[in-house]
Each structure stands twice: as C-alpha cells, then as structure tokens.
C-alpha cells in the first residue's frame, strides 16, 4: 500500500494494481485493499469476499494475517479491520481536515510537516525502556497504530470510531495434560497445512532450538530447511541432523554481518522507529540461489507455548542455578512487570543517562496500567492472563517482530503460531502448563518422537526431557568437567545463529564511528538523553567492551528514525 491521503478539497488516491474497486461508477466507488492473507473454511479469500464477510458482520471467522481498507470515494471515509496479530503494520493520522494512512510514519510526517513537531519522549522512553511501544502508539503522540481484531472508521470532520470483533477468552480447557498436548500438536499440524496448501515450495527457517523444530514435525515433504550462521557450527549441525530425521534438505545460509550495518536506515523505515534494528537478521536470505514461495518459521512458539517471558524465578539447587523455573506470585502487575520483564533493558546506566527519567517511568508505568485495564475489559481477570496481554496485545509490536519484516524483503513469510485456533488454545491453558514449555514438549513428542528426542541446541540435551532432568544431567556435566573430562558445556554465542552485538558494535569501525556520532545527534538536541552521561557511557564501552550493546544499537534506532523526521 502506498501512502493514501484523504482531504476536504481531494481524495488523493496513490492506488496500485492491487487495490479493488467494488461497485458503482466512478464517484460512488468503493476501493477495497487486502493486505497479507485472508482465510475462511481453508480457502484463501479475494477483496470482495472480505468485504461481503465484513457486510454480514462476520469478522471474527476470518483467518489468517491480514488488514483490509475499504475506501468510499464519495464519502471520503475509510474503514480499516485488523486480524487478531496486528500483523500488517498500517500507520494513521487522523485530524478533522485530514486522514493520511501509511506503512510507515515517516511517509505520513513527509505528507505533513506539522507533525515534525509530535514526537513524544514518552513514547521515546517507552520503546528505551521495554524495547516495544505498548497499544496504538508511535513515536509520534498523533499518528497511531490499527490495533488488533478491530475495525475504525475514518471520516472527514468526524471523530474515530473503532470497536473490536473479537475477544480473547479467558475459560481454561477442560482437556487434561496428555490430551491438551494432542490437540496442541494437532493445530500446529493444522497450521501448517492451512498456510502452506497452495504453495509448492516451502522454506523452512531451521534452528536447533524447539520453535522451528515443531513447526518440521507438521511438515510435509514439499519443504525444504534453511539454517542461518557465521560457520556450519552447533546450531546447524543440530539443525541438519532434524532435517535428516524428517529426510528434507538443508540448506547453510552465511550470515553476512555487514547488512545490520547497511541495511540499518531500511531497518529503522521497516519498523517506523519503533523496533530495534538489531532485530534485523534475516536480509541475508536474498543470497539464495533460488527463494521459495514462502517461508515459515517458529516465531511466536515461544511467547505462547514455553513461557519465555511469564514471571518466573529460576530454581536453585545447593547454591546452584538449574535449568527449572517456578512461577512467581504476582500482586502489583504494573510494577512487577518493569521490573522483572526478561526484554526490558536493565543497564544501571539507562535511567541517570535520561533527563526527568523518574518522571517518565511514572508515565510509563501509568500506560501499562490503561493496557491492565483493556485486558480486565476483556474479562481477563487472572493476573497470569493479564500479563500475558501485556506481552501479547497487538503482536505485530512484539519487540523481534522487525525478523518478520526483514524475511518479508525476501520473499512472503508466514507466521504458523498466529493462527487463530492457536490462538485461542493459548489463551485457554493454565500458565503452569506454559513454563519452562512442559505442554510444548509434549506435544513435540506427539509430533514426531525422534525429533523430540534429539539434543536442542540451546543446551545440547534431549528436547523433550523436563528442565529437571536437564539439569541433573547438566550438573553431572559439569562435574565431569571438574574431572577434566571436558566433554559438556552449554554453547557458545559463536554456536548460535545470532551475532555477537557487543562484538559486532566494538570491532566494526563503521559501527564505532555511528555510535560516537550520537553525541552530536537527535536524541541530545532534543534533550532525549544528558550529553555527559553518553559520553562516559560510549568511552566506557569502548574502553571495555560490556553488555550495554543493546542499549546503544537502542540509540541508535532512535538516531536514525529522527534524523528522518526532524
């Protein structure tokens, strides 16, 4: 979708082949828009079945990972409807005069300079801090993100009317363990089958870790695997070994660590300033020789199905951290939650680097409380469940959702966990069942056992055992390490398929001189961040490269998106 503009005097429509016109001459047309997918009863649906589904007010059956616009030329109005992931990114502003509707704001601030003027530093703090905006907000306070399962109208001269047509559920299942682990595996199958049917080749992005490893146990031969790295190191040859159990073939993708670096200023446009571009792993894909249709992938397995940011507090055994987790009780979500989220950044740095930063973690914390109030709207009344909304209202800002992004430069992907029926599964298992992914190990074995049964990279132990058994077995590892055996130990980070940022950042002197440059840039004439304090916080890192990598590829996102506005 291009950058569509609505005013009083125009209906500029910068319309390419893709949008639809419906009915009507010229003057009374309406122009619809389908962007992403659209699924009901497993066929793919065109603009004008959405638009009769919308007409029936049956919204809540339509699949998939999609935005619709339906654009009334003769009314000037807009009506955009959003799936349960906010999975396509549609930015708006909307003002009594005007409505401009974008991928991304910085197309919306080009078609509107007053808005150079918008941006908000609590917003700026809220993606420092959390590494994601929470709800419909930007980095700007007046241009605003669709949120999920939810239809607006937009109108010249009237104000935003938006409702939602459908509500995640807080009624836990019936089904007992084994038979929850089942169907878990079944509609993980059923994803599969739903988002792959009309295609021929299929990509698989291939870890040794147990979201992806899932998603090959409901796949068909029609698939091949991909596994990204520096070298052909631990991560792949586990990787490899999943690919032979299920006889498909793998394909070793180098991953070129110089496109974080010049791909950045696409990185920041893909995210609109509000993902950090150090999630932007994927370009290298465009090196294969020949690109599938379409690529599936594990994100989203673990946020839903393994616990991976639940509050937990890790298990201790004679003085010793285990690989098991406990759930931790929770009373006062709204400070628990930035205090304790695993993706927060945590730098004791962070808060004496931003002026007033008390002030605006105040703000801040008052924000996570209105999100605490839409999810008790939803009768969402058990605090597991409302913490979980925190992290999964509107998924399309997860704070690694630029990956999805960068896959998409590359070819279509598609996301198998946001599916609606798995959705809705998610939302109905206790949280106990989440941590430490006992139900998701389970349905692995129900998937297929010798994938289950084989080593998960991330520790080198069998995927399927409880973190307890794990960690007897990691304990006598590492006792036979003592006995100079040397034959077990957790990976290393150049094990992974990840890079090393705080290496990344330190060596690359194209990187080092970005990062000095931030002393004279946006973030300190704005007065986002105290001047003295960056200073000392880039010579010390440099002086002794630390884990504040993130906190400075932060900066620099927020760098790069201002520079484009300002």
Known sequence: MNTLILNSNSCEKLLDSSWVKESGNHLNSRYLKLEGFAILDRVELNEQSVY??????????????????????????LIVITDRFSSQPIYYYHSKTSIILSKNIFEIIKKSSNLRSSISKENLFEFIYLQRLLGHKTLSNKIHRFQSATRTTLSLG??????????????????????????????????????????????????????????????????????????????????????AIKKLPIEFIKRDDRLYYDKRHESVRLGSGAQNIFHSHFYSLKKLSEIPEIFIHGHGFDYFFQGSYMPQDR???????????????????????????????????????????????????Q???????DSKDLDLENPYDQWEYLNSHDLGSHYTALN?????????????????????????????????????????????????????ANINLPAHWPTKLQSIFYFAGQLLNKMGFKRFGLPSENERSWPNFKKLLSEDERWRKEVFSLQDGQIVKIGLVCPLRLKKLIES??????????????????????????
């Open 367 to 373: 924000e996570v409380q209105r999100v605490l109030k």
């Open 158 to 243: 009237q104000d935003l009317k938006t409702s939602r047509y459908w509500f995640p559920s807080a009624k836990k299942t019936d089904l007992q363990f084994e038979s929850a682990a089942k169907e878990l595996a079944r509609l993980i199958s059923n994803s599969y089958n739903l988002y792959t049917n009309r295609f021929e080749k299929v990509g698989l992005l291939l870890s040794g870790g147990l979201d992806s490893r899932a998603v090959l146990g409901a796949s068909s031969d029609k698939v091949k695997c991909y596994t990204l790295g520096p070298f052909k190191n631990n991560e792949y040859q586990v990787a490899k070994k999943l690919a």
């Open 404 to 456: 999805l992004h960068t896959i998409n430069t590359c070819a279509k992907q598609r996301c198998l966990a946001w599916e609606n029926d798995l959705y809705d599964f998610y939302w109905s298992i206790p949280a106990s069942w989440r941590l430490d992914a006992k139900l998701f190990k389970k349905a692995l074995l129900f998937l297929n056992r010798d994938l289950a049964s084989y080593q998960n």
């Open 541 to 566: 890192f440099y002086a002794s490269p630390s884990d504040q990598a993130p906190l400075l590829y932060t900066l620099l996102t927020l760098e790069y998106a201002l520079s484009e506005i300002l």
């Open 52 to 77: 009769e589904i919308y007409k029936r007010d049956e919204l809540s059956q339509i699949n998939g990972q999609f935005s619709f616009l339906i654009l009334n030329y003769k009314t000037k109005s």
């Open 315 to 365: 298990v201790y055994f004679a003085g010793k951290s285990t690989l098991h987790h406990r759930l931790k009780p929770i009373s006062d979500i709204a400070n628990l939650f930035l205090k304790t989220l695993k993706y927060r950044l945590k730098y004791k740095e962070l808060m004496p680097l931003i002026p007033n930063s008390q002030t605006l973690l105040s703000s801040l914390k």
